[in-house]
């Protein structure tokens, strides 16, 4: 069964950056678009950045551009966010996420698969 699991999420100070890994069993995100969502305390998780199949376009939410990448190494199957110059409201559960969909792109109808999640604290 396809298993996502993240890494990186941990405590910065406002201003710094992270990097949050998702790897990877039985899917290959080059097939498929995938994705990062993130829930803040108290609200509906929202979709952060989702690169598509293939080709690799990439989509980011207004809140995130300029200071958020999505990128994957495709020969290590390995999905990446890097998010800089982070600020307090960016505080959440960061999820990482896969279409089912082979040759999806962004936007999606809806991600199948889903990762337990890390978190990420910003401090003011």
């Known amino acids: 069964q396809v298993q996502l699991v993240e890494s990186g999420g941990g405590l910065v100070q406002a201003g710094g950056s992270l990097r949050l890994s998702c790897e990877a069993s039985m899917f290959t995100f080059y097939y498929y678009a995938s994705g990062w969502f993130r829930q803040a305390p108290g609200k509906e998780r929202e979709e952060v950045s989702c690169i598509s199949s293939s080709d690799g376009v990439t989509n980011y939410a207004d809140s995130v551009k300029d200071r958020f990448i999505i990128y994957r190494d495709n020969a290590k199957n390995i999905l990446y966010l890097q998010m800089n110059d982070l600020k307090f409201e960016d505080t959440g559960v960061y999820y990482c996420?896969?279409?089912?969909?082979?040759?999806?792109?962004?936007?999606?109808?809806?991600?199948?698969?889903w990762g337990k999640g890390t978190l990420v604290t910003v401090s003011p």
């Open positions: 996420a896969g279409d089912r969909v082979e040759g999806s792109t962004c936007p999606t109808a809806g991600m199948n698969y």
